[in-house]
């Protein structure tokens, strides 16, 4: 496994790395993770065609990521494999996504942004870029977030449309091979025009039909689980639900997102607003690469 972690100057990048960890020390042997921590600074290299003030300033910005990156580094375990990159591009988003190709990551990670209600999300253009583009899963720790010593559950939300079975997918292999349980969830916004005019208990009947079809689908490859949550909103559906701290959400890439490719959805959206745990957003019919070479998609 190989993850791509965006490493900015501050705490959200302290937070990325924090998740990036707990993610890494769940698995279970013989998988491991290894972590490659990407600090993007904005622009062309000093060693570009650049004028006089503006090779000077390239070069302070190198200086002071490489006295970022030392410390960054120092947070990782010694026990784990770990790489440190500064690389120069127009945006952070552009210049993750480009070592995610290059180093045929398997995860990238990144932090909210900064100016997030704490424990929730506020995501930034650099997150919103990756959530519309990334050809990998993308793991999002909220603001605030405060690593526990592991992983004690994986939470799946899942929809009824063509593709939810990649997410489901990857939520059972992920669970299986960190020994954690699995929680199935749909949610049943009342507001929704799919619900309205149909009542409540037809939404959470189908809802639970979907449920108890994906339970009996995996329930011989991890401990699972299944509930729906239902309320005015998808915001007021996710509050009534019971959180772990140290668990993780996954939901997968809305229908109109291009094959192997993220593309946020309207829930997402709102699931982010009011999600109080990390985030993994999976690409819509997503194959690890390299296919079937491990059962930890994340």
Partial sequence: MKYVVG????????????????????LAAPVHAEIEL???????????????????????????????????????PSTMTARTHIR????????????????????????????????RFTVGSTANALLHSSPVPVA?????????????RITCALGTRTGAESVLEVAVDSAAIRHVPLRL???????????????????????????????????SRTVVTADVAQGRSIETAIEGLDWDESEIVMIGSSR???????????TANKMLRALPVPMVVVPRFHVPVPAAASLAHI
Wanted: glycine content about 8%.
């Fill in 256 to 266: 109109l997102a291009a094959r192997s490719r993220i593309l946020l959805g309207s």
């Fill in 38 to 76: 990407v600090h993007i600074i904005r622009g062309a290299s000093p060693g570009d065609a650049l004028s006089g003030p503006e090779r000077v300033y390239q070069d302070f910005q190198l200086q002071s990521a490489q006295k970022w990156m030392d410390r960054a580094l120092a947070l990782i």
């Fill in 88 to 119: 120069f591009a127009d945006s952070m988003a552009e210049g993750l996504l480009g070592t995610v190709a290059e180093f045929k990551a398997d995860l990238v990670v990144v932090g909210a942004a900064s100016t997030g209600p704490f424990r």
């Fill in 185 to 219: 969830i749909s949610l049943v916004a009342l507001d929704s025009d799919a619900h309205r005019g149909r009542g409540a208990d037809w939404a959470r009947t189908h809802a639970r039909q979907a449920l108890d079809r994906a339970v009996e689908g995996v329930a």
């Fill in 7 to 26: 490493c900015t100057e501050d705490k959200r990048g302290r937070e990325a790395i924090s998740l990036a960890l707990v993610l890494a020390k769940s």
């Fill in 140 to 152: 999002l720790a909220p603001s605030g977030y405060l690593p526990p010593r592991e992983i004690t």
